[in-house]
């Protein structure tokens, strides 16, 4: 298996689990946001410290602790991707699946500009017919719906230039994690265990089931953060962004069928876009392929 389809893996993997996490997170909905997100930074930061020690990667973070800027970048993606999972949270809790969906639909748009911005990767003609279907889908949302949709541009806005930062840092998958938790973590224990006074906030009066599944938000939360920044590292952004439409298209689904919230004509109509841009974009890689396969045939 080489480089690229390694990256394929890991980015299929992480976008799969993704969009189950929305199941974990609606079962756990009753938990108020700002504390179900203490416990994915706590829980979270517990796995990867354990993960760091059984692996002896901690030379890695010593060495890290010499290049401030890239620290900076970790501590900084850090603060992007809590506050995607804060927002995350809140949608699912507040039966918004399908704008957080729609969120999760931009952010591939704005993954493919930022790599036409800072690595300057070309995008074939099909490319770009894909990326306009996908554009205007969106524009129709925000059209006919006459407001603006934070909760989806919040999402998109953050997670796509946490990957964005990944890639520039372009550092252990486990210790960058690490790092990016860090930043956070006394707050997450200030809040969880000095602040907070909701039913759910005392892990000693919870049940076994409850405690359970919160800390289960560590492994929810880590897992696919791992195989994101193992797939940030092998793949271009455009790769990148277009594999992640798995995620909204699983979510899409749940907020339809498992969840039943409405779906008005501005979303199906953009549901409708988007997915003819996909059309377009796996027909450009299937042709693409071919022509290099016939290529290779032709130089011998």
């Known amino acids: 298996m080489n480089t690229s389809q390694q990256g394929i893996l890991l980015a299929v993997l992480a976008y799969v689990t993704w969009g189950l996490g929305a199941i974990y997170f609606k079962l756990l909905s009753d938990v108020p946001a700002k504390e179900m997100l203490s416990h994915r930074i706590f829980w979270s930061f517990i796995l990867i410290t354990v993960i760091m020690l059984l692996s002896n990667r ?3 973070l010593g060495s890290l602790c010499k290049q401030p800027k890239k620290l900076l970048m970790l501590v900084t993606s850090g603060l992007l991707i809590v506050t995607n999972w804060f927002v995350f949270i809140y949608a699912i809790g507040t039966d ?13 748009l ?56 990944r890639k520039i840092a372009n550092v252990d998958s486990f210790a960058g994690l690490a790092v990016e938790l860090f ?26 089931y409850l405690n359970l599944m919160l800390a289960a938000a560590g492994i929810i939360t880590t ?30 689904l749940m907020a339809v069928f498992i969840y039943h919230e409405p779906v008005t004509q501005s979303v199906l109509i953009t549901f409708c876009f988007i997915w003819a841009a996909l059309l377009v974009f796996s027909f450009d890689g299937i042709y693409q392929r071919h022509q290099n396969l016939k290529a ?5």
Do not use: D
């Open 96 to 108: 918004q699946l399908l704008e957080a969906s729609l969120g999760y639909y931009i952010n591939p």
């Open 223 to 252: 897992t696919p953060l791992l195989f994101f920044a193992g797939a940030a590292k092998k793949l271009n952004l455009s790769a990148l962004g277009f594999l992640q439409y798995i995620t909204p298209s699983m979510i899409w």
């Open 110 to 165: 704005l993954t493919i500009l930022l790599g036409l911005v800072f690595y300057k990767e070309k995008l074939s003609r099909f490319q770009w017919v894909s990326i306009s279907l996908a554009f205007l889908g969106v524009l129709i949302q925000i059209i006919i719906v006459g407001t603006l949709p934070w909760i989806s541009l919040i999402l998109a806005v953050t997670f796509s230039v946490y990957g964005l930062l």
């Open 296 to 300: 290779a045939v032709t130089a011998r």
């Open 183 to 208: 930043s956070v973590f006394f707050v997450a224990v200030y809040y969880l265990f000095f602040n907070e006074t909701s039913q759910t906030g005392n892990l000693l009066e919870n049940g076994i």
């Open 58 to 60: 901690w030379r890695i």
